[in-house]
């Protein structure tokens, strides 16, 4: 850079960009306010939704988190079931879905031949296009009849004893539901965590097994190195599995009703929003609906501020892939 | 395979993804008073009606090509609130719109009743092949989770010869907010002062038990797939289901099959007794042969049209649908207008303006 | 060679697990052709060239899913279009500009947007662009497509972008390359196929979506691509046939649920083909 363009230029393009490039400045300036443009719109949201959300904030104040009657008739409105339906729907989504996206993942990656691996992979992320409707549909008629038939019943048998697996048996409910969003957020978590395992570098695999390491302690150690983009993949399903609505409502049953069995029906917030928007008539009604998808945003808030702890807890300990610059 | 080859394959596929894109943006809009005169009008609303709105649609569209309309089922209360925030040309709802409704709207709204209908008592009992019949009383007691079982006193008292099993009643009811429940609640709160008390009528109601099923056809598929199962749905939607439908005892103290004849008998019942707007609850009509959970259904248009050109396409297509249009409504279950309500829904289109002048010469 | 008792436990449970992981994905690719051969059997008799070509008919009269395949894929171009790049250019930003509590603060606010049921989305697009225009339009729904996309991409990109090793930046700075042109030019590439996997994620997750639509782009019976009408698509079209009493048109669900997905699976592979790794 020559002597004139330091003194005339270099303080703001300095400002801008470490190096000073033009070039860097515009890139950088660029992508920060791309980031702004999706803060503004987030933002936007919440406050639109705090806006609306007012006559019901008002009226009801915190109780309304801890109501637990839903009477659009009578004008009262409580939260409870809601907030308990979707973390428990999907907390057994992530319980079962996790465990069989990894495998999954491992055996695509570390075992499987590469024209094995592709087509599978394939298969496996087409089971995300599928729309919701039809996973509702599909459940309708075969889901909740095999579980009617074939699950429920033996579950009830052995581990009838807790209060888990209690009452009627229709094949609808917290456990259907919970499982049709496992299935639908199995390919989304699968197919990050193979690209994460993918790019874990060869060398740590080799160092491993050179050491005496089985196969599956060399996946281990695959496993601690991509456990932030792992955790970044669970994240991504858990989101999926908390907003998902039309298959989740065919399914769950709709009761507002808090209940120990994974056999009684439930009711998450995203299905009540979805079933109820439309046709709410009065202030007080949809400004409930309204406060409910502000607490959906806040429960998102919550879960993925716990889901980072966790995260850097693991990381912090064992450094691995994905530190950025 | 060199670097530029694949860098010329992907600036390749960028500049037909960018042509199609730039090609999308630049296609024109139809619209009224477009091309050759084409106008356009949207609707939204009602689901129940849905199938017959399509039928009307393609056969008027064969009559007059110009008029390129359409109607996307999301619900009474979605086509209510689109209508007055005027993103759509008419509504559709199964239950008349509120007073507060009207007075917050920016026009004054007709209500132009099209076809009627009926929630019909449907239920899955294996081995149970003749219809069954139930009372209001029954119903109410099912619902309000009085009676459990299904071979309970009241349930065979009133069907003697039919052997009912022991087994628990699983009770289905919509999840959604609907103008069904509307009805089935505000049938309920006529013939049982308890429900009227616990529960009440309206779109969502609280149910006391039972399992909630997303739109007429989550209640129908849940009734078919689940046995010892009742539920409350549309004719139409138990009838192409093969679903078994209950004979329900109506005010005149007659067990009434739900048909296309006994729901138009219970409109031309209450037609003597229908206020000027049109406005009117015709469950548990009067009439020996009315069925008793029956309903009109509207469509929802601004008496006062703010396109001229698109309010004489609508006023006529309302009028075409009122006369000729009811010729479908039988093959696809729904009941047609009775006669005289149909002379008071002329009057209502015909009371349809733009700016002042009338749109059709009656 | 001898082997003590710990190895044995070891090499015992190196066999469990890695059969237990074939397990997982045998049971994942049964219950996917599961779902796959039910939908083909409900469906697979009613497509022909006219289902494919037609536009909807009412109950009995046939009719097709011509005029939504168009719809579909207008949609799928102008939220790619809006959704990508946006997407793309935060992941960058999260990993390469942003630095510190303000970019995690980002982050954190892009993964709440994952959690947003669409129905919310589409409501809040309905209120800002469909309400001021007082119609509604295929732009709204692209547009409402395009803010369900973005989180996904931002985040797949972001974490796709981190595992490019430093090495690969290092290099391309040590020899002058400013900060854009390595991004561009070195990472970016690096990291393409983790960012097709993410995009098409994004892609496969739109198509599938249908309450965003109902309130944006809301449907039609006729041919259009015009950005500023209503405008048809296979995911409304599915939804309209599947609450209706008819068998028909029940019939005519599963065909264009069939319809969508191979639709998708030859975007997915358009995408994989382009994005490919020579090694």
Redesign the interface.
Known sequence: MSAVTANQYSSWRRVLSPTGNTGDAVYRVLMLLIALLMVGIVVTMVWALATESMPSIRQFGFSFLKGRTWDPIRGEFGALPFIYGTVASSVIALLISVPFSLGIAIFLVEQAPYYIARPIGFLVELLAAIPSVVYGLWGIFVLAPFLREYVQPPLARVLGWTPLFRGQITGFGLLTGGIILAIMVTPIISAVVRDVLTAVPSSQREAALALGATKWEMIRVVLVNGAPGIAGAVILGLGRALGETMAVTMLIGNRPEISASLFDPSYTIASAIANEFTEATGDLYLSALVELGLILFLVTFIVNGIARVLVWNVTRKTGGVGRAA | MSVSKRSFQLVACLSVFVFLLIGVACTPGGGSGGSGGTVSLHGAGATFPNPLYQKWLSEHGKLHPNARIDYQSIGSGGGIKQLKEQTVDFGASDAPMKDEDLKSAPGEILHVPTVLGAVVITYNLAGVSQPLRFTPELIADIYLGKIKKWNDAKITADNPGVTLPATDITVVYRSDGSGTSAVFTDYLSKVSAEWKEKVGTGTSPKWPIGLGAKGNEGVTGQVKNTPNTIGYTELAYAVQNKLPVGLVKNASGNFVEPTIDTVTAAAAASAATIPDDLRVSITNAQGAQAYPISSFTYILVYKDQKDAAKGKVLADFLWWGIHDGESFAKDLQYAPLPAEIVKKAEAKINSMTAGGTPLRQS | MAYSSSDRI??A??A???S??????L???S??L???F??AWQGVDSISIQFLTDT??????GGGIGNAILGSL?LL??S??IGLP?GI??G???????SGRFAG??R?????????????TG??V???L??PM???SALAGGVALA?IM???V???T?????????SL?EGALALGA????V?MGVVLPAAA??IA??A??AI??V?????PL??TA?????F???????IASL??Q???Y??????E?HAQ??AA?LV??TL??GI???V?F?TRK?F
């Open positions: 070891r090499r449970t190196s469990l697990m890695t237990l992981t074939a397990l997982c994905t049971l994942a690719v219950a996917l599961i779902i796959l039910y939908i909807p008919r009412p109950v009995g009269e207008v171009l102008v790619s279009a946006l250019c935060v960058i930003y999260l990993s390469e500009v942003g603060a980002v954190f606010i892009v993964d709440t947007l994952t959690g947003i049921p669409s129905i919310v409501v809040f309905y209120t800002i469909v309400v007082r119609h509604f803010l973005i989180p996904i931002a985040r797949t972001e974490e796709m972008l981190k595992l490019v090793p430093h930046r400013p900060q854009w042109r991004t196929p983790g996997t993410g098409m994620l496969a997750r198509s599938g979506e249908t309450a109902l309130f809301f449907g039609s019976r006729f259009s691509t015009s950005l500023n009408e209503p995911t409304v599915i939804y309209n599947a609450i209706s009493p008819y068998d048109w669900a599963w649920t969508l997905m998708v699976l997915n592979i358009i994989r382009l020579r």
